[in-house]
């Protein structure tokens, strides 16, 4: 998909989670940043009780349906509960990927994760000496199911929570979970679309593209066309921006209505160029091949926006049109274009074009020859890789071959990307070797990442003994990375004891996040991770809260009703443990770092929907 220059070298979390103030102040970029988004046993003990996540047990009984008082406010208030200037940030130890920096690779790795990280695995293989019944997952169903009422009165009850985190969290989860087709809840959540807190506004609107009802659909498409009686009530400005979301929203549930619905808003120029660009990359994610026409229209269309035309560039890529895909390598081919527009079809044309398009191919190994700009030629090397075939191949060798260590970390990626194409094992032994003879730390990360993107079972041990011998903290989360990828059993074990036993509590998260995705029985691990008596901040603690929730797991429902419950915990900590609630009824999962639209899971799933929603500020 298309990734714009500007926009590649910003300073930006990988997951959309972290919005530095030069993103703030440039929100052109920050918005084409959104549309260009092209693992042993469970038999740690079930010790809680500290910090308060307890084991867990039989079910509760529904919490009283009363609103808990506020906390105290902070010595230093932010504007609103939960809210802070820096509320859209994480931390760094809370990135899913080593930091981004100006490494435009590790942003483009976390942007299109989706593509290559592995599904879960069942109970029997992750945990194959289970008792049969411990690993039926119609009685997983059905302990879920117990706990349903208890689940759903504390989520209701949460909707009216002073804390306007918590608040949209809930909205959040409650569609996530199915539960908000009831007609009080139904209710409720629409009143939220009229929240004073634009935070809420914008959840409540997300958590309505999620509800499987004809009456969320019908209240989204009347927000889209502008005809709602509350988009009357805002300033136009606001009313605007509400449509733009909505129609992002819209664009999730593959609504094929959407271009007839949106037409007015792309043609307006007068529109901010952010929102265009938001709008016309919703035509992509909507899935209806129907945009293409207008789509290519813009794309042509020299007067636009640099912006709004890479943001249909990265359109089209979502598409998956190969039918676009002569117009995509033509834009490569004429320098003349805005460098954003020809870094958007860099990278789109990986998504479209075919490796038997023998043609195309040739052409794209022209343009990366000829080309002078570096990010271009960088994410041309991609895009080849993605590609494969022998043409695409022996042109990412030549370029392996050279002395810049920043063009050589592109080559090693797109290297793994043609074996995971051609599924040849051969094709890692120039990986393997530069691991060996890698000096720079950035080199190392990416060559793990490179042999993990491979897919292939023979990139396990190495991966595997390079983590554990890694001295730095980066080099660690990179191969926990790569073995998450790769999606093997073998690799539990490796994520339980960087987990428990490793001093970084970054690397500590990334093995968390990496064990819950792959593991559906870690939810006892996790527990004690968190009852441990090892000191974890905030942000550790929310992440491996919320990663009780990725776990799917119904046992870890009491520790986060119990944490609801309870008065004092950090916002950052009843936020996860809210979205977590979701997570674990959610019927269809996905991997968190999918870009928006892709299976409905990036914004659905992903702790980052703050920062996400941001980029529209």
């Known amino acids: 998909m298309g990734f714009p220059v500007r926009a590649a070298l910003a300073v930006l979390d990988p997951c959309g989670s972290r919005i530095p103030g030069t993103m703030r102040r440039r929100p052109t970029i920050a918005v084409l940043m959104l549309t260009a988004l092209a693992g042993s046993s469970a038999a ?69 994760l989706h593509a290559f990280e592995s599904p879960p695995l069942d109970m029997a293989t992750a945990h194959p000496g289970l008792p049969p019944h411990l690993a039926d997952p119609l009685l997983r169903a059905q302990k879920r199911d117990l706990y349903r009422p208890d689940v759903d009165a504390r989520l209701s009850l949460l909707l009216r929570d002073p804390d306007d985190r918590v608040r949209g969290a809930a909205a959040v989860s409650l569609a996530r979970a199915g539960l908000a087709d009831e007609p009080g809840d139904a209710a409720t959540l629409f009143a939220m679309l009229d929240d004073d807190q634009r935070r809420v506004r914008d959840q409540a609107l ?62 307006d120029r007068r529109l901010a160029t952010p929102l265009r660009s938001l709008i016309v990359g919703a035509l992509g994610l909507a899935g ?17 926006p640099a912006l709004v035309r890479a943001a249909a560039v990265g359109a089209l890529g979502s598409l998956r049109d190969r039918a676009a895909a002569p117009v995509v390598v033509a834009l490569l081919e004429d320098r003349d274009h805005d460098s954003e527009v020809r870094a958007a079809a860099a990278l789109a044309a990986g998504e479209l074009v075919a490796a038997a398009n023998a043609d195309l191919v040739r052409a794209l190994v022209r343009a ?26 022996n042109e990412i060798e030549r370029v392996l071959r050279r002395q810049s260590a920043e063009e050589r970390v592109y080559a090693e990626l797109a290297l793994g990307l043609a074996a995971r194409a051609s599924r040849d094992p051969q094709r890692l032994a120039p990986l ?27 990139a396990f041990e190495p991966i595997a003994v390079e983590t554990l011998r890694a001295g730095a903290p980066d080099v660690k989360r990179a191969g926990i990375l790569a073995l998450q990828i790769l999606g093997s059993a073998a690799g539990l074990p490796l994520f339980q004891k960087l987990l428990i036993d490793d001093d970084a509590p970054e690397v500590r998260m990334q093995a968390a996040r990496a064990l819950a995705r792959l593991d559906p029985g870690s939810a006892s691990t996790l527990i004690h991770a968190l009852g441990s008596s090892r000191s974890r901040g905030t942000g550790e603690r929310a992440a491996l809260i919320l ?31 809210t979205l977590a609630l979701g997570l674990i009824y959610d019927a269809r999962p996905a991997p968190p770092t999918a870009r928006v639209g892709e299976a409905r899971s990036f914004l659905r799933e992903s702790y980052e929907i703050p920062g996400l929603l941001a980029l529209a500020e």
């Open 288 to 304: 209806d091949p129907g945009a293409v026409p207008i789509l290519v229209q813009i794309v042509r269309d020299r007067e636009e």
């Open 432 to 458: 393997l070797e530069a691991l060996r003879g890698a000096r720079s730390q950035d080199e190392r990360c990416a060559l793990l990442c490179a042999l993990g993107l491979s897919g292939l079972p023979q």
């Open 547 to 577: 990663s009780l929730g990725f776990t799917r797991d119904p046992s870890a429902l009491e520790p986060l009703l119990d944490l609801l419950r309870e008065r004092g915990h950090p916002s950052r900590e009843r936020e996860a443990a």
């Open 44 to 112: 740690a003990a079930q010790q809680g009780g500290g910090d308060g996540i307890k084991p867990a047990g039989k079910p509760a009984r529904p919490a009283p349906p009363e609103i808990e008082a506020p906390r105290p406010a902070p010595a230093s208030p932010p504007a609103s509960p939960g809210h802070d200037s820096g509320s859209t940030r994480l931390p760094p130890e809370e990135r899913l990927v080593p930091d981004a920096g100006q490494n435009s690779w590790r942003m483009w790795l976390a942007r299109n």
């Open 206 to 267: 997300l958590a309505a593209s999620l509800v499987d009802g004809g009456a969320a659909r019908y209240r989204l498409l009347r927000f889209v066309a502008a005809s709602d009686e509350l988009i009357y009530a805002r300033t136009e400005s606001e009313r605007t921006r509400t449509r733009a979301l909505a129609t992002l929203f819209v664009s999730l549930r593959h609504e094929r209505l959407l271009p007839q619905l949106v037409r007015d808003l792309v043609a």
């Open 368 to 393: 990366h020859d000829r080309e002078g700009n570096a990010t271009i030629s960088r994410f041309l090397l991609l895009s080849l890789g993605r590609i494969g075939g022998a043409a695409a191949e």
